[in-house]
């Protein structure tokens, strides 16, 4: 058992490795108190920290919160009570994006559109401070395996958080068009299999915790077999 | 028996959890890894590390831990930088810190071999930070571990410290807003409890009903605990002032568990105050317990109804772990790493003033079902975030981590 640099991907036809996965978060050294703060950190910051303030909720100690469901949208109606920003910044979908620069770009046009809105905006003090974090990933190997996609029927509702956040989520940063290890390992098995892949692939998980996406994919993997679809 | 202690931990976090664990800690076997602290017994620190080291070594890995040795001058300039740390305007004698330099050499001169030779050495808060400075043939990497919270420190108090912390390799902080301006990587690792120790397994009901008739309660009322040291920051007359407040509209009683830590001189001062403030109220039970009483301070915690931990100031607070871990609701202080356990009508309320702890004991004790689901919660809660599985494989990770360089992905292979 090795650690080795990153690079691999999960797709090894005809069978799909089950990994698992962890975020060891770091402080990045910046934080901001005001809205020009925030706009200034967004445009600095690593892009895994914009990344982490959009997914690594799903895998941190947090109840879900499904109003505000990245942390710029989170801190700026908690702390900052702006709540006209927090809506535009909550309904920022980072599927919408081709990639993490052009989510940040995203960002700070709309923070910078609020502070020409309004002069006093910028000058708010938030009582909390909001620090931006990065993270480091781990991934595991379970040593499991799905020899064929009837299995992951039975394999997908036992998954950990990490795994499905892996499989799902993390996905999205290694895949070629952005999409899920599970679609991708379908479409390496050919046509056969092409509509279990569409539904997995309109199965939107920005707008879930990892409990209800763990429990939407396994209810559509479970009813697509019963269909008798194959 | 190692194998045996990874199945109980298997058995209460999971077996996935045990398999991390065991894929991180095999590219660490062979390794060096050591742990300096002030003291073996009390406070969280102590808990922690005679639990990890237990844990490391059944997945292998050469792991040891050293414990400062101080006179009573080192520990009162040591307490000093604790509560300048925490943003308590302090006063620092040349006297005393001289008896910090002196201290710390003293003890380099002794443990220079095994921290020069080792792999790994993580450094407990500020009291054998200056090791580092005397150990100039290090091979291995340093990590200045803080637990304590590092909000709002007192400048030149962290002024002081910073000339020590800054030359480390990574620095570990509980929280985000502990984090410093240093010129090296700071990783966020919350800490932990272990579900195994005396502290937190489970309990027989009659040993816990005997808490009771033990301490002179009344089995009849409502019991409100708070476990703490006795120590200004976790505010005991704070507490003291809420219970008043609340039995004004609810009949109930209040138990002050605490126990001293080697490393805190001024415990005995603020116990003397406590018991003071409590005296000849028949409701109010201050209770010292020896730092090894876990077992009783086990079963207060799970006689509660609520549990408080009213702090001013708090690193991460493992007694509300603990609470919570026992399914029970806690009202705490709004500050450090109470924010993180507990989560308004989640898993308890956090509060700023005796008068709002007051309100939140009314409510709780009027909402029984509310309590109830709170517990429920609260357990499953620290199960998936805040047991010492989760706080070692973090270790793990920060140490392949620096071993491997600043990637922003590590890939483990499986056995």
Redesign the interface.
């Known amino acids: 058992?090795?650690?080795?640099?990153?690079g691999?991907g999960t797709r090894q036809a005809p069978h799909f490795q089950v990994r698992?996965c962890?975020l060891?978060?770091?402080?990045s050294?910046r934080?901001a108190q005001n809205l020009r703060e925030l706009a200034e950190g967004l445009r600095y910051v690593r892009i895994?920290s914009i990344y982490y303030h959009f997914w690594g909720r799903f895998l941190?100690?947090?109840?879900d919160e499904p109003e505000y469901n990245n942390d710029f949208a989170s801190w700026t109606h908690h702390d900052l009570q702006d709540n006209t920003l927090a809506e535009r910044l909550s309904v920022i979908n980072p599927a919408d994006f081709p990639d993490l620069e052009d989510l940040r770009q995203e960002l700070v046009d709309v923070v910078e559109a609020r502070l020409d809105e309004s002069e006093s905006a910028g000058w708010v003090q938030a009582p909390?401070?909001f620090?931006f974090?990065q993270a480091?990933?781990?991934?595991?190997?379970?040593?499991a395996m799905v020899e064929e996609p009837r299995q992951l029927a039975e394999v997908v509702p036992r998954m950990?958080?990490?795994s499905i956040f892996y499989h799902f989520i993390d996905a999205q940063r290694r895949t070629p068009d952005h999409t899920d290890d599970f679609s991708q390992w379908l479409a390496d098995l050919g046509d056969r299999y092409a509509e279990l892949r569409e539904r997995i692939v309109a199965i939107d998980p920005y707008f879930a915790s990892i409990r209800q996406l763990r429990g939407e994919l396994s209810e559509l993997l479970t009813d697509f077999f019963e269909e008798g679809q194959l | 028996m190692r194998r045996e202690l990874l199945e109980q931990y298997a058995r209460v976090a999971g077996e996935h959890v045990i398999s991390h664990l065991e894929q991180l800690a095999a590219p660490l076997r062979g390794a060096t890894i050591v742990h300096v602290n002030s003291t073996r017994e009390g406070g969280g620190v102590a808990e922690i590390l005679h639990k990890l080291l237990p844990l490391k070594e059944a997945l292998d890995l050469n792991v040891r831990w050293e414990v400062l040795e101080g006179n009573p001058d080192f520990f009162a300039c040591t307490k000093s930088f604790h509560n300048g740390l925490q943003g308590t305007p302090v006063g620092m004698p040349e006297r005393l810190l001289s008896a910090y330099q002196d201290t710390v050499a003293a003890n380099a001169e002794k443990l220079r071999g095994t921290l020069e030779d080792a792999d790994f050495v993580i450094i407990h808060d500020p009291q054998p930070a200056a090791l580092l400075q005397h150990c100039s043939g290090r091979r291995g990497h340093w990590v200045w571990r803080c637990h304590i919270d590092l909000s709002h420190p007192y400048r030149p108090v962290w002024k002081f410290l910073r000339g020590f912390v800054r030359s480390y390799d990574a620095s570990i902080f509980s929280l985000p807003e502990f984090a410093q301006i240093l010129d090296h990587p700071q990783y966020l690792i919350p800490p932990s409890i272990d579900p195994l120790s005396e502290k937190n397994t489970d309990l027989p009901e009659t040993e816990v009903a005997a808490i009771f008739s033990r301490f002179g309660l009344d089995p009849e009322l409502p019991l409100l605990v708070q476990v703490s040291r006795f120590d200004r920051f976790k505010d005991p007359l704070g507490v003291i002032a809420a219970f008043r407040l609340a039995r004004t509209m609810i009949p109930v009683q209040l138990a002050l568990v605490g126990g001293g830590a080697s490393d805190d001189p001024e415990g005995q001062a603020v116990l003397a105050e406590v018991r003071e403030a409590s005296e000849g109220d028949p409701d109010i039970h201050v209770i010292d317990l020896p730092p090894d009483a876990h077992r009783t301070i086990n079963a207060f915690q799970r006689a509660a109804d609520i549990v408080l931990q009213k702090s001013l100031r708090e690193g991460f607070g493992l007694t509300v772990t603990e609470a919570l871990w026992k399914a029970k609701p806690v009202i705490g202080g709004d500050t450090g790493g109470i924010r993180l356990q507990v989560v308004n009508h989640q898993t308890g309320f956090r509060v700023r003033t005796p008068e709002g702890t007051a309100l939140r004991i009314r409510y709780l004790l009027h909402h029984r079902d509310i309590m109830a689901e709170m517990g429920r919660r609260a357990r499953e809660f620290v199960r998936e975030n805040f047991l010492l599985t989760r706080h070692l494989q973090e270790y793990l990770s920060l140490m392949l981590a620096l071993r491997d360089g600043d990637r922003e992905r590590i890939e483990l292979g499986a056995s």
């Not at chain 1, 058992?1 to 990153?6: C, G, H, I, L, Q």
């Not at chain 1, 060891?24 to 402080?27: K, T």
Request: glycine share 12%; charged share 15%; aromatic share 8%.
């Open positions: 058992m090795t650690a080795r640099s990153s691999e698992d962890a060891i978060a770091q402080a050294g934080s895994g941190r100690p947090t109840f909390r401070h620090y974090i480091q990933t781990i991934v595991f190997d379970t040593g950990s958080s990490g």
